[in-house]
């Protein structure tokens, strides 16, 4: 694998019976790329995501994301990427404080770095005021937040989030991206999954997949072009229907 590369994909299969989820899908993504992944409902994103974090084995192709093999080696892939699932893991009846300890410790800091570790997610997310609250008392946009730096609590290679702003206005959408961002300069690669067309505006590239085929991938710029669109909304209608 190229030093850049932190995800190369070829050929990859999902088949649940004689139905291809995702069919025969080749990309690669670069380190510190944000790179977004869009499609509509069931066009396999998720079962393409699944496979990628090694929560599901591929029918067929092959994969590595941060050097490790789709697989054969799931297990260290786990150890070096971050998940935020739609139904972020947050403990609502935890405390934020609580949730951040937890997670830390589940991905095996010590006492000590888990310390510094909710003093400057704290302090970031400016919840130093809400540090001891129960999580289930937070606005949805703050959850968000936090689901997404507790996902990076151990210092992942790679980040995927799906639809990691559901629900959410787009004025708290923009400040979710702002901390997308701030991942991405320090190195972090970026996968995200959404359905929000002005998301996709903010990713470096995007891959647009329908019926379980990406049907086209490039930077929003070129997407343009390429499909004679004024918007990525365009593009998407364009491709989707
Ligand atoms: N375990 C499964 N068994 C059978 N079919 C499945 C399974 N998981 C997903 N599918 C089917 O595969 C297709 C792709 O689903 P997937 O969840 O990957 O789509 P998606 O693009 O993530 O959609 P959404 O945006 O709704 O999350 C759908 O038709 C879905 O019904």
Wanted: with cysteine.
């Amino acid at each position: 694998m190229s030093e850049t590369k932190v995800i190369e994909v070829a050929g990859l299969t999902k088949k649940f019976g004689d139905f291809k989820a995702v069919d025969n899908i080749s990309f690669e993504v670069e380190k510190g790329e944000i790179f977004g992944f869009l499609g509509a409902n069931g066009a396999g994103k998720t079962t393409a995501m699944r496979m990628l974090t090694g929560l599901s084995k591929p029918s067929s192709g092959k994969g590595k994301v941060a050097g490790f093999d789709v697989l054969k080696e799931s297990e260290r892939i786990k150890e070096r990427i971050g998940y935020m699932s739609q139904k972020f893991s947050l403990y609502e009846d935890l405390t934020v404080k609580e949730n951040i300890r937890f997670y830390g410790g589940i991905y095996g800091l010590s006492r000590q770095q888990i310390q510094t570790k909710t003093s400057h997610i704290l302090e970031e997310l400016n919840l130093d005021q809400v540090g001891t609250k129960l999580v289930k008392s937070l606005p949805l946009g703050w959850k968000q937040r936090l689901a997404f730096a507790v996902s990076m609590v151990h210092e992942p290679e790679i980040v995927f989030l799906d639809e990691p702003t559901g629900g959410v206005d787009p004025m708290v959408r923009r400040q979710f991206w702002e901390a997308i961002y701030q991942a991405a300069e320090l190195g972090r690669t970026i996968f995200v999954t959404t359905h929000y067309m002005d998301e996709a505006e903010y990713c470096d590239r995007i891959s647009i997949m329908v019926a379980g085929k990406i049907k086209a991938l490039d930077s929003p710029d070129k997407l343009k072009d390429q499909f004679e669109a004024g918007s990525m909304d365009e593009v998407f209608l364009k491709l989707a229907r």
